[in-house]
């Protein structure tokens, strides 16, 4: 097997994990690109992705262009002759760039395509309430995750699975699969096939604000995938009101079960030692919480921060 050169693309630490992998096999990263430096927090600190923290500690060229169309950028990427190119949570590729290697470019997603295309495969399959679900390398196309297959691989997931943890178990066999996909090509033993077609393919469109809120009126099980869908981030929420004073309540983890009753959706009831949300056809139990302004805390720590029960509720 010959070994590629590659260049890889991308941000977050899902990616790194991923670049980690590439870099440790024996094909060879010839340059990485990432998104740029960017200023946050009070003290508006400069901020590296995580990507670009693991290229400069190991000595791996850097590039952060602002437009990947950018003449300078495209001449200086075609010069370092790279085989091909790997994708990992980047944003959209124009097709200027993505067709410059001889191998092509191909993108590794986390869900089974065609299934879960989209920015939050990992959210939407637990909020969903997939068994399984995997990760998939493809070649990249005009359009958004729908070129040819190369690899998949399946994994299930567990009832009570969070976005955080399935996050952490398809970056790791997505390491091992884009490694494997690089192998393949390099031999010549992959054969890529087009995304079956289906009728109506499950999105996993971006999550914003406004998309976290949790609804009552659905049912218990719903519910409880769409809190560990969210958690640990962006983390579903509540508006959660003391008298006359309202703050968001973020809910990590809970427990639910199934019973009837005569409460309105979303009726709240607290003591000292439980909090018990009415659902449409049952009860949630929130186990994990934030209170806007604090650190994340277990239960009986946010219960013990109250005296009087009486004046709480939940908007």
């Known amino acids: 097997m010959k070994p590629l050169r590659v260049i890889f693309f ?16 024996s094909h060879e990263v010839a340059a990485v690109v990432t998104v740029a430096d960017k200023a946050s927090g009070r003290g508006q600190k400069v901020n590296q992705s995580p990507v670009k923290q693991y290229a400069v500690e190991h000595n791996l060229p850097v590039f952060q262009p602002e437009k990947l169309r950018n003449p300078e950028f495209l001449d200086t990427v075609k010069a370092i002759d790279a085989d091909i190119f790997v994708v990992v949570a980047f944003r959209m590729m124009p097709k ?3 067709e410059i290697p001889k191998l092509g470019t191909f993108n590794l997603h986390a869900s089974l395509l065609p299934d879960y295309r989209g920015a939050a495969p990992i959210n939407f399959a637990i909020i969903n309430g997939e068994t399984k679900t995997g990760v998939t390398t493809f ?4 359009k958004i995750d729908e070129g040819n297959i190369l690899l998949q691989k399946e ?6 699975e969070n976005a955080g943890e399935l996050h952490d178990k398809l970056m790791h066999i997505g390491g091992e699969l884009v490694v494997k996909t690089l192998d393949g ?3 010549g033993s ?11 393919p499950k999105n996993a469109y971006k999550i914003f604000k406004e998309d976290t809120q949790i609804d009552w009126n659905k049912d218990s099980q719903s519910i409880h995938n769409f809190i560990r869908g969210m958690s640990p981030y962006p983390a579903a929420y509540i508006i959660f009101r003391i008298g006359d004073e309202e703050k968001i309540l973020k ?4 427990r639910w079960e199934r019973i009837a009753h005569d409460k ?3 009726e709240l009831e607290i003591s000292k030692r439980e909090m018990k949300i009415y659902t449409r056809d049952g009860v949630y139990y929130p186990l994990e919480l934030q209170v806007q302004g604090k650190k994340r805390m277990l239960l009986a720590d946010f219960l013990n921060g109250f005296r009087n029960f009486e004046n709480i509720s939940i908007k």
């Open 251 to 254: 809910i990590f983890k809970g």
């Open 264 to 266: 309105a959706a979303g």
């Open 96 to 98: 200027v760039l993505f």
């Open 139 to 142: 070649f990249i196309n005009e």
């Open 190 to 200: 992959i054969e890529e096939k087009p995304q079956p077609y289906v009728d109506h």
């Open 185 to 187: 090509l390099s031999e």
């Open 155 to 160: 994994i299930e997931i567990s009832e009570d």
């Open 10 to 25: 991308g941000t977050p630490e899902f990616a790194r994990h991923i670049l980690e992998d590439i870099h440790k096999s």
